[in-house]
RNA sequence: GCGAUCGUAGCUCAGUUGGUCAGAGCGCCGGUUUGUGGUACCGGAGGUCGCGGGUUCAAGACCCGUCGAUCGCCCCA
């Protein structure tokens, strides 16, 4: 517990430490590795951006824009933001360095975002997120490549159990606004039995009443008509052939046909990994097609597909404990073995052996921190070994000692 | 921005209708074992009960305020 005079942390940032950060490890390297199989380059962002980047990107009057970013003028006048999200800087940087000639281009990114809003369950001002992007692919089968390396990802991460794939799509533009009329047409008519909370969204963002969660809204929604009355040839095709893939490359999918996005540059296929692991926060993963978003921001007309995930709600559903681990824990007793244990464990990490030098407190407190830092073996040197040129090797989960000649420890350590 | 619940030891928490209620477990330190961990036993340190005010003979408990946390709503790129 803090005392009342301590500087307390900004509100909604986390020290993630121990068991919750070889969790937070494990699923980025995870990513790392998946990413790499499916081909996607690595690249690394600024965390601030113009304000103006996520402002354009996202719509000057949406909520995220008016009062969830972290936002500041600088000391030379200019607004700066704290990215909230990676797409629409990843898209600044497309522009910005002409990488129209290198699409199509598969990137990945992770790192820090923040959101000045209300901490809850998995949702925090400073959070991190793994992020997958293909631009430059107007085709379906970038949406099914991506989606795949997501499926893999959960698979791999072993968090696949409970978490379902729910798909839709959006159309092209014609769709959309052939079906937004009707979805409007439709609330309108149930007007007075929606919530106050929808009756806003009527004005604001329609589609939104979809997906809401109020049960006087349920039953206005689920008979509400599905986009696909709506869809042109195009449109149709295309969800079709993004379904096809999916079923090609054996990745599950549902059609949730209430599932819609919350901006309008969104076309086309929108999804989500969803489980019913995490309480009010059960979106594991979500993305969607943004064609029309680097053109919004200036830059030349160029299609896109991407997703992008919670760290840290991925690290609270693994379940096996990552336990740190090591090699070995030297226990020297005396100077002259304190001296000889510096050089040996020196040496024995320059072999790429995970090695611990004990060398606080007495031999019973360095056995116990060597066990306690997970280690295989205790190296034990006090006068007698080292006079024999050897070290006491003790297997600490079976208990079981042996001489062993200090030159050959790194060898005995290997098997 | 809105609502609910909760702030007691390093951690997780118990504390009855206000009256030895300053407690437990784990962790930490030490000992049983001056060179052998993980199991066992014994001992010890550690808290102005989030903060400020109020009611009362008496407040960890009740009231008000404040800060913080948690869960949900809104929003969700």
Redesign the pocket.
């Given at each position: 517990?803090?005392?009342?005079n301590t500087i307390?942390?900004?509100?909604?940032?986390?020290d993630i430490f121990g068991e919750e950060q070889e969790r937070f490890a494990h699923v980025v390297s995870t990513f790392d590795r998946v990413r790499r199989l499916y081909g996607f380059q690595g690249v690394q962002m600024p965390v601030i951006e113009p304000t103006a980047v996520?402002a354009r990107?996202?719509g000057e009057t949406?909520?995220?824009?008016s009062?969830?970013?972290y936002s500041f003028d600088d000391r030379g006048g200019d607004s700066i933001t704290l990215?909230?999200?990676?797409?629409?800087g990843i898209a600044r940087a497309f522009i910005s360095n002409g990488w129209q000639q290198h699409v199509p281009l598969k990137l990945a990114a992770h790192g820090p975002?923040f959101?000045?809003?209300?901490?809850?369950?998995?949702?925090?001002r400073q959070f991190h997120q793994i992020d997958a992007e293909i631009i430059g692919a107007a085709e379906p089968q970038a949406d099914v490549e991506l989606l795949a390396m997501a499926d893999q990802l959960l698979h791999e991460l072993g968090i696949a159990d409970g978490v379902t794939l729910q798909l839709n799509t959006l159309g092209d533009g014609d769709s959309r606004e052939a079906w937004r009329a009707a979805l409007i047409d439709h609330f309108e008519a149930h007007r007075g039995a929606l919530?106050e909370?929808?009756q806003?969204?009527l004005q604001?963002?329609p589609l939104?009443i979809l997906?809401?969660?109020?049960p006087r809204d349920r039953p206005i929604a689920n008979s509400a008509p599905d986009i696909d009355a709506f869809l042109t040839d195009e449109a149709k095709a295309f969800f079709d052939a993004v379904c096809a893939g999916l079923d090609a490359a054996g990745v599950a999918w549902t059609r949730n046909s209430r599932l819609?996005?919350?901006?309008d540059y969104?076309r086309h296929t929108a999804f989500?990994f969803v489980t019913d692991r995490?309480?009010?926060?059960g979106?594991v993963l979500?993305?969607?097609r943004y064609d029309g978003l680097i053109e919004n921001l200036g830059g030349p007309s160029t299609p896109a597909v991407?997703?992008?995930a919670g760290i840290e709600r991925l690290a609270m559903l693994l379940d096996g404990v990552v336990a740190a681990s090591i090699d070995a824990a030297i226990?020297p007793?005396?100077d002259a073995?304190e001296a000889r244990a510096a050089a040996l464990a020196a040496e024995l990490r320059r072999a790429g052996l995970a090695v611990e030098l004990g060398y606080?407190?007495?031999?019973?407190?360095?056995?116990?921190?060597?066990?306690?830092a997970g280690?295989r073996y205790?190296i034990?040197?006090?006068?007698?070994?080292?006079a024999r040129g050897e070290a006491?090797l003790?297997?600490?989960?079976?208990?079981?000692?042996r001489d062993v000649k200090l030159d050959a420890l790194a060898e005995a350590l290997s098997q």
């Amino acid at each position: 517990m803090a005392k009342a005079n301590t500087i307390n942390p900004v509100r909604g940032t986390q020290d993630i430490f121990g068991e919750e950060q070889e969790r937070f490890a494990h699923v980025v390297s995870t990513f790392d590795r998946v990413r790499r199989l499916y081909g996607f380059q690595g690249v690394q962002m600024p965390v601030i951006e113009p304000t103006a980047v996520f402002a354009r990107s996202l719509g000057e009057t949406t909520d995220v824009v008016s009062k969830e970013m972290y936002s500041f003028d600088d000391r030379g006048g200019d607004s700066i933001t704290l990215r909230p999200e990676f797409t629409a800087g990843i898209a600044r940087a497309f522009i910005s360095n002409g990488w129209q000639q290198h699409v199509p281009l598969k990137l990945a990114a992770h790192g820090p975002l923040f959101r000045y809003e209300r901490p809850q369950k998995g949702r925090y001002r400073q959070f991190h997120q793994i992020d997958a992007e293909i631009i430059g692919a107007a085709e379906p089968q970038a949406d099914v490549e991506l989606l795949a390396m997501a499926d893999q990802l959960l698979h791999e991460l072993g968090i696949a159990d409970g978490v379902t794939l729910q798909l839709n799509t959006l159309g092209d533009g014609d769709s959309r606004e052939a079906w937004r009329a009707a979805l409007i047409d439709h609330f309108e008519a149930h007007r007075g039995a929606l919530s106050e909370d929808s009756q806003e969204r009527l004005q604001k963002n329609p589609l939104r009443i979809l997906d809401s969660k109020d049960p006087r809204d349920r039953p206005i929604a689920n008979s509400a008509p599905d986009i696909d009355a709506f869809l042109t040839d195009e449109a149709k095709a295309f969800f079709d052939a993004v379904c096809a893939g999916l079923d090609a490359a054996g990745v599950a999918w549902t059609r949730n046909s209430r599932l819609v996005r919350g901006l309008d540059y969104y076309r086309h296929t929108a999804f989500e990994f969803v489980t019913d692991r995490l309480g009010a926060q059960g979106t594991v993963l979500a993305g969607g097609r943004y064609d029309g978003l680097i053109e919004n921001l200036g830059g030349p007309s160029t299609p896109a597909v991407g997703w992008a995930a919670g760290i840290e709600r991925l690290a609270m559903l693994l379940d096996g404990v990552v336990a740190a681990s090591i090699d070995a824990a030297i226990v020297p007793m005396g100077d002259a073995a304190e001296a000889r244990a510096a050089a040996l464990a020196a040496e024995l990490r320059r072999a790429g052996l995970a090695v611990e030098l004990g060398y606080k407190g007495n031999m019973k407190k360095r056995m116990q921190r060597a066990n306690a830092a997970g280690a295989r073996y205790a190296i034990i040197i006090g006068d007698d070994e080292l006079a024999r040129g050897e070290a006491a090797l003790k297997n600490l989960a079976d208990g079981e000692q042996r001489d062993v000649k200090l030159d050959a420890l790194a060898e005995a350590l290997s098997q």
